[in-house]
């Protein structure tokens, strides 16, 4: 099992992806605030269905990948 230092975070997606936290909250219809916290915070994302899929589709990566970065 790797140690926290390698986990891969939600801030390690966004910026896989070559997108801001600007970029990331435009697509979603939230703040650049929100994604602050998403990525900074040590609570899990709350997020919808529909926000889930979309944060999928601009990141480009696996359920896998979004479930293991944002668990805290």
Do not use: F, H
Request: proline share 4%.
């Amino acid at each position: 099992m790797p140690d926290q230092s390698q986990q891969v975070t939600l801030m390690d997606l966004r910026t896989r992806a070559g997108l801001t936290r600007r970029k990331v909250a435009n697509a979603l219809e939230i703040t650049e605030k929100t994604v602050y916290v998403w990525e900074t915070s040590d609570n899990p994302p709350k997020m919808t269905v529909s926000q889930v899929q979309k944060l999928l589709e601009i990141l480009g990566c696996t359920l896998d990948e979004l479930a293991i970065a944002t668990k805290k």
